[in-house]
């Protein structure tokens, strides 16, 4: 495959920097709003061919060089047994979060093939439309924190005690949690590449609210876990945090051939303190792309200048995407991104 996006994931040179964004697909675009009309979230991620359909509407509209299979990380909680509900205007809901060591015990660690074979499905089918057009896809899946995260306190919390407080008080619970959901999502992104995407992506969005100490001692050896059982498909990695510029070092010591970075640091920062024998991905602050046109082409390039000698680094924003988002402005920041930077 002719590709700039996987030839800056392993390194090499490219002739324009590649880009992509995180949450590309959903409801900023009047196509997946017309298509919600109809189907609930989960049942367009339960049926393959609407999956495909939605990871394909961005890649239609806009000069984007990869899809990002349309999924969500919560649906392997599902797989486990718990019972997860998108509540509109709330977010998702797990009804029946973990809160003991029996609750943690009877969770279970399907084949990925049983529990999420319609992600598999679809990734199959839409890798294979993807590579007529020479556009790898991007498989994912929830790092174990973000995931115990959402397993612990049922939903978006205020002060995110509940899985601060299992992960310092309740060793047994915490080890067999993070070890299910470590071995649960390796398998899952492995399965992913088995079945056509050329890269993978943990998402560690609730990482930035643990200390460094904390993310080193109760989170990294999991996500150094899933990061191995993934790359086993030998496929490259792309490791993505928010608010984690203080545990960059850390997150690269858990894995990714790829780090993420949110736009809280300077993007030039970020890569010192990396170093050259990784990628970068990131750094747009989503609420720019809310601006004119000339703030959002000023932000542009000052990251694009920053990391104008660094082979391999792809641009993104910093976080998903907000859902209002003017289409237009995608579509003209991916153009912007290509010529700006053709050698
Ligand atoms: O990037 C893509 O285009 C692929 C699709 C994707 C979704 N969720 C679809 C989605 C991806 C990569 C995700 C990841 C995800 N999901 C994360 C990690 C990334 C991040 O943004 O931090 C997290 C934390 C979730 C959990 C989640 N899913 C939340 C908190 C919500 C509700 C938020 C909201 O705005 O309603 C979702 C729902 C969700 N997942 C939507 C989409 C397009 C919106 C649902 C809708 O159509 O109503």
């Known amino acids: 495959m002719n590709s700039r996006f996987l030839e800056a994931c392993y390194g090499e040179e490219t002739d324009a920097v590649p880009i992509w964004l995180m949450r590309q697909a959903g409801r900023y675009m009047a196509e997946y709003r017309e298509l919600r009309q109809h189907h609930g979230i989960l049942d367009i991620i ?26 969500d990380i919560l649906p392997p909680l599902e797989a486990m047994g718990l019972d997860l509900e998108f509540v509109s205007g709330v977010g998702p809901v797990i009804h029946n979060p973990v809160r003991t060591v029996e609750d943690a015990e009877q969770l279970q660690v399907p084949d990925p093939q049983d529990g999420l074979g319609f992600t598999i499905k ?113 496929v490259p990695v792309i490791h993505f945090g928010t608010t984690t510029s203080a545990m960059l070092p850390e997150m690269k010591d858990a894995g990714g051939d790829i780090i993420g970075v949110d736009w809280r640091i300077d993007i030039d920062k970020a890569a010192d303190i990396l170093g050259d024998d990784v990628i970068i991905q990131g750094n747009l602050d989503p609420a720019v ?20 000698d660094r082979p391999g680094y792809i641009f993104n924003l910093g976080h998903g995407i907000h859902r209002s988002t003017p289409p237009e402005q995608v579509r003209k920041l991916a153009t912007f991104v290509h010529e700006y930077t053709k050698k």
């Open 122 to 234: 679809a990734v199959e089918i839409t890798a294979k439309e993807l590579a007529k057009r020479d556009i790898p896809l991007i498989g994912f899946s929830g790092a174990p924190f973000t995931l115990a995260y959402y397993a612990i306190e049922g939903q978006a919390s205020q002060n995110k005690l509940g899985v601060k407080a299992a992960m310092h008080a309740e060793p047994e619970l915490w080890d067999i949690l993070m070890n299910k959901l470590a071995t649960l999502q390796g398998n899952y992104l492995k399965a992913q590449a088995e079945a056509g995407a050329q890269v993978l992506q943990v998402f560690d969005s609730w990482a930035g609210i643990l200390s460094p100490y904390d993310y080193r001692e109760y989170v990294k050896p999991y996500t150094q876990k899933v990061v191995k059982i993934a790359k086993q498909a030998d």
């Open 46 to 71: 339960k049926t393959p061919e609407l999956a495909k359909e939605v990871t394909l509407q961005p890649i239609n509209a806009f000069d984007l060089d990869a899809g990002i299979i349309f999924a």
């Open 289 to 308: 792309l809310l601006a004119p046109w000339e703030e959002i082409e000023k932000q542009t390039k000052y990251i694009l200048d920053k990391m104008r």
